[in-house]
């Protein structure tokens, strides 16, 4: 299972991408929006984040424009989303996607901070 928990005091938005084999021209599904008030979780995924992949990318940002990004380039829409790489939304943004290493764990809780 992968939770995000809301530490910042402002609502966050998270995104996150897997690893879905079903997908093509690339096995990675991008699913978002999960809105998280303060104080408050999602469990974006619900299964053995270990047994599906190891690697894991995500994404958050604050209303106030506070971000949690990183150095991996992802295209995503505005609006709530699920999808494959070859679908595409207009109007989008360009963002910086973390990486989350489960090395092995079945369950990971990550906590929005500054």
């Known amino acids: 299972m992968l939770r995000f928990?809301?530490?910042?005091?402002?609502?966050?938005?998270?995104?996150?991408?897997?690893?879905?084999?079903?997908?093509?021209?690339?096995p990675w599904r991008r699913t978002g929006w999960w809105v998280i008030e303060p104080g408050?979780?999602?469990?974006?995924?619900g299964g053995?984040?270990?047994?599906?992949?190891?690697?894991?990318?995500?994404?958050?940002?604050?209303?106030?424009?506070?971000?949690?990004?990183?150095?991996?380039?992802?295209n995503v829409p505005f609006s709530v989303f699920d999808w494959c790489p070859d679908v595409a939304s207009d109007p989008s943004m360009n963002i910086g996607m973390r990486?989350?290493?489960?090395?092995?764990?079945?369950?990971?809780t990550l906590r929005l901070v500054l």
Do not use: H
């Open 99 to 108: 990486e989350l290493d489960v090395n092995g764990a079945a369950d990971k």
């Open 40 to 45: 408050g979780s999602a469990v974006v995924y």
């Open 5 to 26: 928990e809301n530490g910042y005091s402002r609502k966050v938005n998270v995104m996150i991408e897997r690893l879905d084999r079903n997908c093509r021209p690339e």
């Open 48 to 74: 053995n984040l270990a047994a599906l992949n190891r690697y894991w990318y995500w994404y958050a940002f604050a209303v106030d424009n506070t971000q949690w990004a990183g150095p991996f380039p992802e």
